[in-house]
């Protein structure tokens, strides 16, 4: 500006500036009368056209969604199905007085302050002349009541639609999970175009993990509409394609005696087929009823879930990280045999407690008066704490925590389900990271009887267990048994997924462990000795007890003095047979004492009922002559096919 | 100073402006309320959005033209430094990167863009003499080629097309010789093949659909088509507000940001298009004014250039809708839904209030 005003000729510039501007009004007017002309075009001349086509433009595309796919358990049982469910839907257009009606509808069907809230967000919301729910899950009574008083309401009509149903309720709720409404959040991470008609998605357990297995994919309607938007007829149509159904490894059975053995207590039971990972049994208690959560849970319901002490909706099996107590025990002292440590090889003198090198402080061992001479079969047979204390100073933590790494303690065993925790396998490493604190000498001691930091969950201890009964062969834990695709009917099977195996250096070391773990229960001094009356089968084990309650040097632990939610937690890990292992299994029972008493009687209860399953299914292979793909009889073709020509005895 | 005009001088508005803005905006509320299917929460998030963008353009309109001059080299500067970090740490939505996050908010460079580049030009012209030479024009058109490039590659054919415009019109009031314009204009007809390699896939479909919508019905021909059978069966009267029923049946897509425009036409016809046109002509030349009544160079330049970039947005928009031009993805201003645009409209206006205010406190 200050050179403007001593330079330039302002006056000369103002005025060029100015006839520019002139220029362009002309210009603005020119194109808006350009603009005009071409409104002209086709709002006038060309509007009888246009007026045609939008009269005939009444075709509209309908998506269509498609049926999920259903789950079964590994023997064909019905986990999750669809069900057809009636709701009470209304018309705003067609109704004059909408709290009216309401009063009226009322004195026929029953309608919770809940589902009104709900009606009257949607009705601000949709088109006059959608279909809005009102009340969803009609009885079949209310169904027939409506129908007779239907003429009195023009606008009000019953829809049938599908619904998701878990017919089996609580059981193995953790594991199947369940479907909810599509929510906000949820709505930015799938892919809109193939959820259109979708409602409701997979939100937790097998529901989520498999949700694009289970989706399908959408269908379309050409529908011709009225000029209000009302369907008339269906011109044509791409139907959808249903979602696959999917056979889960877990026998429900079996998943089912696993919950009720827990009786009253919560706790977690992990069952795995060692041979494949398999898992046979998820188990999680407190359960929850999945059928809740499909329309939308009630609120204070929902509350009271969230604020129970008792987390019925924290899956314990896969989340839930627990001290392993003396459940580790045959992990060490398989890493001292590996290792070659000489202290494995020597008895020592246990007179019950430890203590290291000129400290004060005993570290205890379960029993008082100590076990005397102990030997590595009988340190693991009567789970000598003193002993592993040796054991964890001979070997040392950071040899201790590689050794279990290797059998998946640590980290996630990469299940295929969302919300896997990943325990703890502690390290001066981690311990330096995580709370930037020293590792202290004591530590490893306590670490040698899986106390201290280290934490596992059930389905960790399950599957190092099933590591350990097969020599070192590690597969990764698997949920989905096949999936039958929907148009083929055509069953694809699932592999096993080997991860990182683990090389004996010598098959006697693991036979030694597994043969001190055989004579935890079957072994007349073993901890577990009481559950192997009756068996027919020989079975390996260990126990543990979890302390959560720290003791005094001088005081004695005594259960009734504790608070329940205090007490100790009782573990058991186990396998059978023992010479050609069919099921592996790691049982936590919270705050229910000690592992021997609390844990090891529902691992026979568990392996019982499995083993005679095989069994009876063994004679009935041999009696009909089943589908080669294994396909469940029931489902996928008549029974008779399979049993023809064989009378059965 | 006269009585009626001291409010609004106080507060730096031009009051003519401010009522055709007012007056477009409730007007955008009412068809929006058609368009977004009768639903209140839209409107009101609307109208707290106008009400955020009103508070912008009186922000901006206390600003004396005098500090946007000093101030318009490092604007730009900053501008141009924003395009470049959107290209490598700006969010991605829908295929395109053109966001940037500072904390909880997130804004568009591009926008701002559009306010620095005519000042930036204004601001080189202001040193020199008029008519501008050859050299002179190239340097202005360097600075308002590099951010466009860079909107280019975001990629954001609109944003870019209109910033080139808000660049070239300082130009051209400026003075640039007429035989430079046909020859710029020659070489852009010669640049088109080049332009068609850079583009993406779907600007390519966009342009190809122009030509022929009729080729891909149900595809990317489809707003176009379902556009014109909404404007088409509207007539002179229109179908009556809310009783459109290629906007209410979910024919036409987008109907209530880009396409909205179909949807007035249909429902207030040929005369309502009309009223809208000349509302938007009001603004328009109330601009123009005040670019010619305005005391110095910068401020004729920027007003006018801002004002014909408005336009630019009107003509675009309504072009695109009614199968004139190809669908650039340009709103339509203070009619469509949304609010990253508006801001940038307004926050303009303010400056052209400024400009207007200003002027007399300066010849006191």
């Known amino acids: 500006m200050k050179h403007a005003l001593t330079i330039k000729d302002i006056a000369q510039e103002a005025q060029l500036i100015r006839s520019r501007v002139v220029f362009c009004c002309v210009l603005v007017a020119v194109v808006s009368l350009l603009l005009l002309a071409r409104m002209f075009q086709l709002q006038v001349i060309e509007h009888e056209h246009f007026a045609t086509l939008s009269e005939d433009n009444r075709v509209k595309i309908v998506p269509v969604p498609p049926t999920r796919g259903l789950v079964f358990d590994r023997n064909g049982t019905v986990l999750a199905q669809n069900t057809p469910t009636y709701s009470l839907e209304v018309v705003p257009e067609a109704i004059e007085d909408i709290d009216s009606l309401l009063v009226e509808l009322r004195n026929i069907v029953e309608i919770p302050e809940e589902e009104e809230a709900q009606f009257r967000a949607l009705l601000n919301k949709k088109r006059r002349f959608d279909s809005i729910p009102l009340r969803s899950r009609l009885t079949e009574e209310e169904v027939a009541r409506i129908s007779v008083n239907r003429h009195r309401f023009p606008g009000v009509d019953v829809q049938a639609r599908l619904s998701r149903d878990y017919p089996l309720g609580e059981i193995g709720s953790h594991l199947i999970g369940y479907v909810g409404r599509i929510s906000e959040e949820e709505l930015q991470s799938i892919d809109s175009s193939t959820y259109r008609a979708t409602t409701h998605i997979g939100k937790t357990g097998v529901e989520q993990a498999f949700e694009d297995l289970l989706h399908g994919e959408i269908g379309f309607q050409h529908v011709e509409t009225n000029a209000l938007g009302r369907t008339l007829r269906v011109l044509q149509r791409k139907d959808p394609v249903p979602g696959s159904s999917l056979y889960l490894t877990v026998d429900i059975g079996l998943q089912a005696v696993a919950e009720q053995a827990l009786g009253e207590n919560n706790g977690a039971i992990v069952a795995i087929d060692p041979g494949n990972g398999e898992v046979l049994a998820l188990v999680s208690v407190p359960n929850y009823d999945p059928n809740l959560f499909v329309d939308g849970i009630n609120r204070a319901t929902y509350q009271a879930m969230l604020q129970s002490p008792d987390r019925p909706l924290f899956n314990r099996a896969l989340a839930g990280r627990y001290p392993p107590g003396s459940t580790v025990k045959p992990f060490f002292a398989l890493a001292g045999l590996e290792q070659n440590i000489d202290k494995v090889r020597r008895s020592t003198w246990c007179r019950g407690f430890f203590q290291l090198p000129g400290r004060e402080h005993r570290y205890r061992d379960w029993k008082k008066g100590g076990h005397g001479s102990v030997d590595l079969p009988k340190a693991i047979v009567e789970s000598c704490d003193v002993y592993f204390y040796e054991l964890a100073q001979s070997l040392g933590i950071e040899r201790m925590h590689d050794f279990m790494v290797r059998f998946g303690f640590g980290e996630a065993t990469g299940i295929r389900l969302k919300g896997e925790g990943s325990g703890l396998m502690p390290s001066p490493q981690w311990k330096r990271r995580a709370r930037n604190l020293p590792w202290y000498p004591g530590e490893t001691l306590i670490t040698g009887i899986g106390q201290g930091f280290m934490l596992a969950t059930p389905l960790q201890l399950a599957s190092a267990t099933a590591t350990l009964s097969m020599g070192g062969l590690r597969l990764r834990p698997r949920v989905l048994l096949r999936r039958v695709d929907p148009k083929t009917l055509q069953p694809r099977e699932t592999s096993p997924e080997p991860s990182s195996p683990i090389k004996p250096v010598l098959e006697a070391n693991w036979e030694e462990i597994i043969e001190a773990m055989r004579n935890v229960v079957h072994g007349p001094r073993g901890t577990a000795r009481r559950i192997s009356n009756g068996a027919g089968y020989q079975m390996a084990g260990k126990t543990g007890t979890a302390q959560l309650f720290g003791v005094g040097q001088e005081k004695k632990y005594r259960e009734k003095d504790v608070p329940k939610h205090l007490r100790d937690h009782g573990l058991f890990i186990a396998f059978a047979p023992v010479k050609k292992p069919r099921i592996a299994v790691a049982i936590v029972v919270e705050n229910g004492g000690s592992g021997s008493r609390s844990a090891a009687p529902i691992a026979r209860k568990v392996i019982d009922y499995y083993l005679s399953r095989l069994r009876e299914r063994k004679t009935e292979d041999s009696l009909m002559l089943t589908d080669v793909r294994g396909l469940p009889l029931d489902e996928s073709r008549p029974r008779r096919t399979a049993t023809m020509g064989i009378s059965r005895p | ?364």
Request: hydrophobic letters at 55%.
């Open chain 2, 1 to 364: 100073m006269r009585e009626d005009g001291s409010i609004s001088q106080r507060l730096h508005l031009d009051l003519p402006l401010l009522i055709g803005l007012i007056v477009l905006s409730a007007l955008g509320l009412v068809v929006l309320y058609s368009a977004g299917g009768e639903s209140t929460s839209l409107v009101i998030r609307q109208a707290l959005r106008l009400a955020a963008a009103f508070g912008i353009m009186l922000l901006v309109a206390q600003v004396a033209p005098r500090h946007l001059f000093h101030w318009a080299p490092w604007l730009y500067i900053i501008g141009l430094g924003l395009l470049v970090a959107v290209l490598f740490v700006g969010d991605i939505a829908q295929g395109a990167q053109r966001w940037l996050r500072l904390g909880p908010v997130s804004f568009q460079p591009s926008e701002l863009a559009k306010l620095t580049v005519p000042m930036m030009v204004a601001y080189y012209f202001v040193d020199r003499l008029m008519p501008p030479k050859t050299f002179q024009v190239v340097i202005a058109a360097i600075i308002a080629v590099v951010p466009t490039m860079l909107i280019v590659r975001q990629p954001d054919l609109g944003t870019s097309l209109l910033i080139a415009c808000s660049g070239l019109f300082v130009l051209f009031l400026a003075g640039m010789r007429w035989r430079l314009i046909l020859g710029l204009f020659i070489a852009l007809s010669a640049s088109a093949p080049a332009m068609w390699h850079l583009m993406h896939d779907y600007q390519r479909q966009r342009v190809l659909t122009f030509i022929n919508p009729e080729q891909d019905p149900l595809g990317a021909g489809y707003h176009i088509i379902q556009s014109k059978i909404a404007i088409g069966s509207g007539g002179v009267y229109g179908k009556g507000w809310l009783n459109g029923t290629q906007s209410q049946l979910d024919f036409l897509p987008e109907r209530s940001t880009d396409f909205i425009f179909a949807v007035f036409s249909e429902e207030f016809g040929l005369l309502g298009v009309a009223l809208l046109v000349a509302l938007y002509l009001f603004v328009v030349f109330r601009g123009l004014y005040i670019a010619v009544q305005a005391q110095d160079s910068f401020g004729r330049l920027l007003a006018g250039s801002l004002t014909l970039t408005f336009f630019i947005y009107v003509f675009v928009n309504i072009g695109m809708v009614s199968g004139l031009l190809p669908v650039v993805g340009l709103p339509l201003p203070l009619i469509s839904y949304g609010g990253t645009s508006l801001v940038t409209v307004m926050a303009s206006f303010g400056v052209l209030m400024s400009i207007q205010t200003h002027r007399r406190l300066l010849s006191d």
